[in-house]
């Protein structure tokens, strides 16, 4: 008769009897030990739970992250300046409510709302980078997803319960860290209603997502399909509180100008009394509120659950040069970089940088578009660099203005001038 050598109890008292070279253990002991196990684990700090993200995110003063933000990001002061205070707050927040966990509730306490975030600004002027930025800053689990892939619930397209699937995706299913994280959701403007009245009708991929969307932006618990739901049905549902998950929406918003010019009364016509302060027609969106993203087509739900509103300003030829040469991980320095690794040096003097940002504002594809003009004027050097530089010894490749020119004239950008 064989015998657990754990409890004692023999291979007809259990259920099994798991043998090894010279012992046996039976099931209970077995279950036992993996409950000892993971208790001196937690004790330790390391459970197999925790992850990159196991810690709260360290609370960062909102002078620390405007000044880590302008490591990456040249211009947008203003921006910089809510994000920045907007996040410190809603971080105190999770702090606050983690230090009172598992003490009784006090009547008299003031609850902190959540405040989730609205970036509106034209495409290239670094709403997506601020983002994730400051995620890379805080620490914390950050994804972005597309507004324009979701569809309402029942038709072809993803549901707004994916956004927290790609959460959970980035944090190894840490639910406690997904619970922590940040989301920014990209094109924001594209689920615009399609008419200032009401639908009667199912407005699928506009009105209906944006309804989807008002209780998660809110905070509730949400039940996630962690690999998607549409093609795996049979998977358990994860739950996800979204209390604490800030939500950061952005989208370039085209043609709300046009609503913030009738609101401000930028042309009178007839005997209207004219505006006697003077408005900034070239940066009209310094003016915007949530009226006008309103009237844009967001329905007023989810207006009144995003009310940080930040206008990014357009950039001009002076802040495109800074981009190209200042930031940490400046696009000048990559291609230098790239250019090094071949034994090449690169010099692309002033008035080359000067005239990259100009074309720049001529295409109107904002910071974008100068990754479109360095390549435009460097892939005839990258594809055969000997040519280029015509037997230069040492190797040195000189950028100025007429070479540069000759290339973007050279090539297809010549012909997609901004109307």
Avoid: W
Wanted: charged share 30%; net charge neutral.
């Amino acid at each position: 008769m064989q015998y657990c050598n754990f409890c004692g109890r023999s291979a007809d008292e259990v259920v099994m009897l798991i043998s090894g070279l010279e012992a046996h253990i039976c099931d209970d002991c077995v279950e036992k030990a993996r409950e000892i196990v993971e208790e001196q684990l937690d004790r330790a700090g390391n459970s197999k739970k925790n992850t990159r993200y196991g810690q709260s995110p360290r609370l960062i003063p909102p002078r620390e992250i405007k000044a880590f933000l302008d490591q990456y990001v040249i211009g947008q002061d203003e921006a910089k300046k809510v994000l920045a205070v907007a996040v410190y707050n809603h971080y105190k927040r999770i702090q606050q409510t983690e230090v009172g966990k598992g003490k009784p509730a006090d009547p008299d306490a003031v609850e902190i709302e959540k405040s989730n975030i609205l970036l509106v600004g034209p495409t290239g002027t670094g709403k997506t980078l601020l983002a994730k930025t400051i995620a890379r800053l805080l620490h914390v689990p950050f994804t972005i997803v597309d507004a324009t892939v979701f569809t309402e619930a029942g038709y072809v397209g993803e549901d707004v319960e994916s956004i927290l699937s790609r959460l959970l995706q980035v944090c190894d299913y840490d639910v406690s860290a997904a619970e922590r994280g940040i989301v920014y959701i990209d094109e924001i403007d594209k689920i615009a209603r399609k008419q200032d009245n009401p639908s009667i009708t199912r407005d699928v991929s506009g009105e209906g997502v944006q309804q989807a969307l008002l209780k998660m932006l809110e905070g509730a618990d949400v039940l996630v399909p962690p690999q998607g739901g549409r093609k795996h049905p049979e998977q358990k549902m994860v739950k996800v509180n979204t209390e604490n998950i800030l939500f950061i929406c952005g989208g370039a918003f085209d043609g709300i100008e046009k609503i913030i010019a009738r609101r401000v009364n930028t042309q009178v016509i007839g005997y209207g009394k004219a505006r006697t302060e003077h408005v900034d027609r070239d940066n009209l969106l310094r003016y915007l509120s949530a009226q006008d993203v309103k009237q844009y087509g967001l329905i007023p739900e989810l207006v009144g659950r995003l009310p940080v509103i930040v206008h990014l300003e357009p950039l001009d030829a002076d802040t495109l040069q800074k981009i190209l040469t200042q930031p940490r991980n400046a696009l000048l320095r990559q291609y230098k970089q790239l250019f090094a690794l071949e034994g090449i040096e690169l010099d692309i003097t002033p008035d080359a940088i000067q005239y990259i940002a100009e074309k720049a504002i001529e295409y109107k594809l904002g910071a974008r578009g100068l990754r479109s003009l360095c390549e435009a004027i460097l892939t005839d050097a990258m594809f055969d660099p000997e040519k280029e530089l015509k037997g230069a010894r040492p190797k040195k490749l000189v950028v100025d203005r007429q070479y540069a020119a000759e290339k973007i004239s050279r090539s297809g950008l010549n012909s997609q001038r901004a109307a």
